[in-house]
């Protein structure tokens, strides 16, 4: 876990360095039998992640139709500057690793002198929305690390908890053990001394035994005496 914050920092890194790197190219597209100029852009994101990104980013030209393969808006782009209808053509192509974005406005319409300002405006667009979506996703990956960090606190706290409680138990089990081993010396000595005790035992009870057998060899001539007297 901690290898992939450093990670994570060091792609942050990476991607909010390369920002001066990604510069709009200007391509013409054919659609609807014009030449439409427009500019698209390389990311180093899937088709995916740049899909979704561009509805978030373009929700303001609202819903859009297919056209040979690109996305038609019917909306307006900078009122400031000319506040009637436009259409704007968008394709995402690329694959789960890198893609490229390509926008442009249909000229039909639009006048001669006001055209070049749209595509100016068009091109700041598409740059801005390679800024937005690479901002987005080192954000993501910030919101990861705080996550994976804030995981690794808790898991901290955790250990530290099980730490102070491993502890206390193994004090609790040393003071049992010495209890414990303090008994065993008492017990020891006790088995000890009544050891020796039952040694002493045995030695008066032999010393007593042959007392009583000398008394009873005694008793027993004392008998033989007094069957002789008649």
Known sequence: ????????????????FSFAQFQTVATEHYLLGVDVEGYEINLPFSKEKVDESWKEYAKDFGKSEETQSHKTYQTTFKT??????????SQITG?????????????????????????????????????????????????????????????FESLKKDERRTLKDQEKTNSRINSYEEKLRALRTDSTQNAQKLEKLSVEIDSLYLEIEEIKKVMQSFRQKMDEIK
């Open 1 to 16: 876990m901690l290898r992939f914050i450093i990670f994570s920092a060091f792609l942050i890194f990476n991607i909010n």
């Open 80 to 89: 400031d500057l000319y506040a009637e209808e436009i259409l704007i053509f």
């Open 95 to 155: 694959n789960k690793e890198q893609s490229k974005i390509w926008v442009g406005i249909d000229p039909q319409g639009i006048p001669k002198d006001m055209y070049p300002k749209l595509q100016e405006e068009m091109e700041q667009y598409v740059y801005d929305f390679n800024i937005y979506m690479r901002r987005n996703q080192a954000q993501k990956k910030i919101d990861e690390s705080e996550q994976a960090a804030s995981y690794l606190s808790k898991e």
